[in-house]
């Protein structure tokens, strides 16, 4: 008789009242075959019992936590979103202060300077070095330049420089992007060309001189190569600033069909690539300007086509006088005023948007200042200087990072404003605050020691000066 196991995890079902002439209702004992082992019934897997369990419902009274809106993969939570949620994605793809420019679509302004860029590579055969302050967009700009290489079939090598850069490092990367099928001495047919090999794999093992790099790219044929070093102000390594300058030397005497584009944090081309005298004629130096007022309105209507928001004309023309030309504060402030829009469930940016932007990209800039910074910085307002340091911040962003005496006229006027700024730029130079650079020829020039701090100043001015013009209407009325 087989012998048949309950499920010991199932509870029994209470036993039903006997019923008179039930036998039909009784099954005959199950016949099993001869030699058949006869198993047990199984228990079900836990993951079918943890199934059966029921979810206990949330809590009332618990206050959720946020949640992410939308998927790594960028997709949205349909449950957990609306439309706004989908304006919100398109939006920090159109204005993106933390990242360059990428994509040819939202590239604004800057045309002139692109096409002389390519102009020089192409018709002279220059090597290039782009310099200027923080924020003024030339990772944007050497981004334009490497995808309008590639649309030319130039090989482009791009790298972003860090602290331990140097020579042999970054020139073997460089090296192996070019495939071997381009070098006289091989060809596409060869064994090596076919098996994918680079201009990596014939370099000495071990180190290598600017020389012995150039005498390989002379080998070169057939296409050209740009070699685009970013952030090549945070290099360290003096030798590595020697051997690059030399490097250029050689690439230009032997009319080699290798450039390099070198863009870094500078006041000058002197302060990113040494012994400059020799290489001068092989060199354009391009200081890369700040955005005329037409560009900055350029750069909102093409982040209005893309995320789907429209600024009013009060809060477009705001930004404008806010932004001073630079991509990095029109980008930002677009940015935080697009979401305080979209928090308030509009499509419409108006200038209380802007307002309220301010006052979180002010909260963002203090979190980057030195603590002693801001410490002096208060302590100047509560002195009553507030105005004078928000004019000052004004003359430098104006000018590009570094000012004169004169740009605060430019910014104030002939006011006693402007002459009490004048006063303070001793002051602050004596303070640490302002870096003071004598140049041959020309008066001294002035530079704020931290980058962020000009934008700090200039947006608490702004900010002040909003705040009391939407003051001024209630009092009227008032009165």
Known sequence: MAVKFGNPFKRKAPKAPKVANSTKALKSPTRTKPGREVRPEVAPALAELFAQQSIDPPVRGVQSLPRFKVTAADQVDRQRSDRFTTLRMKLRA?????????????FAGRSAVLGAMIGSIEDQKLHLVIYGPRGIGKTSLVHMLSDAGREARYIVHYSSCGAASNFQETFRAAAGEIPLRFHSAYGPTTEEAEAGSTFADVLPKGAFSP?????????????????????????????????????????????????????????????LVEHIPSIRRNVLAVRVPLMAEEETREMMVMGE?????????????????????????????????????????????VASDISSALEGSLHE????????????VEDLKNAGMGKMLSILAGAALRAGGEFELSDIDAVAGKTADAAGAKRL??????????????????????????????AYLWFQGVQEDFMAGQKE???ASNG
């Open 94 to 106: 159109a204005f993106t202060p933390s990242q360059p420019v990428v994509d040819r679509r939202m």
């Open 211 to 271: 020389r012995q790099f150039g005498d390989l790219c002379t080998k070169l044929t057939g296409t050209r190569v740009l070699v685009v070093l970013d952030e090549f102000d945070r290099a360290e390594d003096s030798t590595f600033r020697r051997e690059l300058a030399e490097l250029i030397k050689i690439l230009s005497d032997r009319s080699v069909r290798v450039q390099l584009v070198i863009a870094g944090v500078a006041g000058d081309i002197a302060e």
């Open 305 to 349: 086509r893309a995320s789907g928001l429209t600024f009013d004309p009060i809060a477009r023309d705001f930004l404008v006088r806010i932004a001073s030309g630079w991509p990095y504060i029109t980008s930002l402030i677009c940015h935080h005023a697009g979401l305080q829009a979209i928090e308030a469930s509009r499509t419409t940016v």
């Open 365 to 376: 800039l203090a979190g980057r200042l030195a603590k002693s910074t801001m410490l002096r």
């Open 425 to 454: 730029v001793a002051q602050l130079a004596g303070d640490r605050l302002l870096v003071r650079q004598q140049e041959e020829g020309s008066g001294a020039n002035y530079s704020f020691v931290e980058d962020g701090l000009p």
């Open 473 to 475: 209407p209630s009092r």
